[in-house]
DNA sequence: TCTCGACAAGAGCGGTGCTCTTGTCCTGGA
DNA sequence: TCCAGGACAAGAGCACCGCTCTTGTCGAGA
């Protein structure tokens, strides 16, 4: 049974991330400040202490978040059954539209690591499920018969068994050669995404739109997909 | 004729850029204060103004010289006239050991842009080096028929001539779709090195050397190296 | 020799994260 | 019903930040 106390103590913690959020999206993670969110809030700064430990810790808290924002429109953008190479131009448009849309929390995710700042162990899992879902569309092409049969090789020492859990399992088609290009073509979509929301294609790529579709394009070629 | 004075402050104000730099490595992009690298050279905060104009100014320093640093050391590394697959490598391995080298610096250059500080023009030409070294090797392999012929299709409204001439310049085997793949190589090069440094490959791949090397084979691979 | 400019240093402004103390108010148990 | 204990807000304070303004010094060139 929660406390009246426990039920408004939740709430104000809610609202603190929120306007944290708010923040983020104007000035960044560096110049996230629990001041400014305390006025905000209309509270005195010492006062948020009692709600968030640290600015460390609500930054955890907004990074989970992020993760399973963008988690959630990747799975979202993934109805299974479709053609692979569809489904995998979908979540790539997916990814790269959620980045455009929350630019600032796109780079605390993928970008610099904040210094001083180390992400707990419960970042891992929500941290995963974009990869969960590029993943399971290579196993589903592999299971479906829509890749070619591949040699089966295996490096233990190369590829951790997680990894490969990820990447579609063990198949016939799915070798150590498939799953390098696989973790390639995951970096590479990260790559482009921050390419372009970081500005270093400005004055390369006019039309960002078109270059993304076939870009991620060309990966899925590259994947058998 | 540098006067006395002119080549003591010339001297300072190195010494500054280099204390920024050390700062840097240790404390990162976001936490580089002007307070601290005036602490370390033994002067007042307020004399270091008498050098650097601001925070921002000294920020473009360190990009600028970076990027000539990682230009350079990718430039070294391609000695011209071997095969053009072995000189991808050969570039691609100096600019991840570069970025495992300076993993500050690479953050500052391919990072999350620093919030509120935007990048003058004198940043771009050191920018560009790379990128024109990865671009000699693919016009060179072209010009040299190591490449397939192509349909030489040109979309202008995709990608701008100024990328099309660092990209190999015009060529009956340098067609609109490999400089997709190109420019999508450029950005999986540092994605993939982005990736490794900000720590979203931990727990995946075990090898990084080896993965590195192979993930950048399959990059060559692809655009026909 | 003397003037002027470059310089260092200090104080100060408004901002930051975070802590400690003080005083208030509400809730749950006797 | 009353009261003790705990949750809470707020203020002051510490050390830090970027940056500016003023003051005083010192040396190079006219």
Known sequence: MPNARERVRAEITAEIADAA?????????????????????????????????????????????????????A???????????????????????????????????????????????????????????????????ARSGDLPEAAGERDPALISDDAVAILGGEHPALDEAVRVRALLAWSAVFGTISFELFGHLVGSVLDTDRWFDRAMGELAAGLGL
Not at 85 to 114: F, K, N
């Open 75 to 141: 799975e979202a953008a993934d109805p299974p059954g479709g053609p692979p190479r569809q489904r995998w131009l979908a979540v790539c448009r997916a990814v790269r539209g959620w980045a455009r849309e929350h630019p600032h929390e796109y780079a605390l995710l993928y970008g610099s690591p904040v210094p001083g700042y180390r992400a707990p162990a419960e970042t891992v899992p929500p941290a995963a499920r974009v990869g969960l879902v590029l993943g399971r569309i290579l196993g589903d092409a």
């Open 21 to 73: 959020r708010r923040q983020l999206a104007e000035v960044g993670a560096a110049g996230l400040s629990l001041r400014a969110v305390a006025r905000e809030l209309g509270m005195a700064s010492s006062a948020v202490y009692r709600y968030v430990p640290s600015r460390d810790d609500l930054l955890t808290r907004l990074i989970i978040d992020a993760y399973d924002d963008l988690g959630a429109a």
